[in-house]
């Protein structure tokens, strides 16, 4: 069935640091690939989202591309924050599937001022 | 806008009991999903629910059970609790339809903690 690895964490960065968090996908046809965050004592958010091959999706900094040659969504930031420190989550909607989320483990981000 | 709102937020049971948990979506949202969050398998999805059918199910025992309502309000029920069913529940809510699949942003609530004893 299809399926989400991310890297394990935790990940812990120093303040300006270059972040990267892997994430590697396993499905059928072409289903829209999406990267979730959960800060702490909060609710998950959706942070960006890619829903075809090539596509690059971006938001407060982050950015992740859909690469199908590779089955890969990797999430990146030039410079992070304290304030980013939080569980990521890469996910996967399989095609033809609407509202499912497929999650990956998650990856918790400790970033030192 | 008011955001998803899940109740109770906190729930202790006992093992063989029952539970029912409730998830309010968005004003004008018509989708509602269901997701199962513990350490050890991670987030799962449970079952999705448009204008009151199931459209979407995971893989889950059918002791897991949902329904929704013409309001959109969605209810959860586990019964035959086990140890193992202790977790976060997590709904989510979306217009359900716009675009393709996946290109509804899906709105989380806070969650429904569930300890069984």
């Known amino acids: 069935g299809d399926s989400v690895t991310q890297m394990e964490g935790p990940v812990t960065l120093s303040e300006e640091a270059f972040l990267t968090i892997n994430c590697t996908y396993t499905a059928t046809g072409y289903p829209s690939l999406f990267w979730y965050v959960q800060y702490p004592g909060e609710g998950l958010q959706l942070l960006l989202k890619a829903t075809k091959a090539d596509d690059k999706g971006s938001n407060k900094g982050f950015e992740a591309t859909y690469r199908k040659e590779t089955t890969s969504f990797h999430l990146e930031k030039g410079s992070v924050q304290v304030s980013d420190s939080a569980v990521y989550f890469c996910a996967l909607t399989p095609s033809g599937a609407t509202n499912k989320l497929i999650f990956g483990t998650g990856t918790l981000l400790a970033v030192q001022p | ?117």
């Open chain 2, 1 to 117: 806008k008011a955001g998803v709102t899940q109740t109770p937020r906190y729930l202790i049971k006992t093992r063989g009991q029952q539970v029912t948990l409730s998830c309010s979506p968005i004003s004008g949202h018509r989708s509602v999903s269901w997701y199962q969050q513990t350490p050890g398998q991670g987030l799962q999805f449970l079952f999705e629910y448009f204008s009151e059918t199931q459209r979407n199910k995971g893989n889950f025992p059918g002791r897991f059970s949902g329904r929704q309502f013409s309001n959109s309000r969605s209810e959860m029920n586990v019964s035959t609790l086990e140890l193992g069913d202790s977790a976060l529940y997590l709904c989510a809510s979306s217009s359900g339809t716009s675009g393709g699949a996946g290109t509804n942003e899906q709105f989380f609530g806070p969650g429904t903690r569930l300890t069984v004893l």
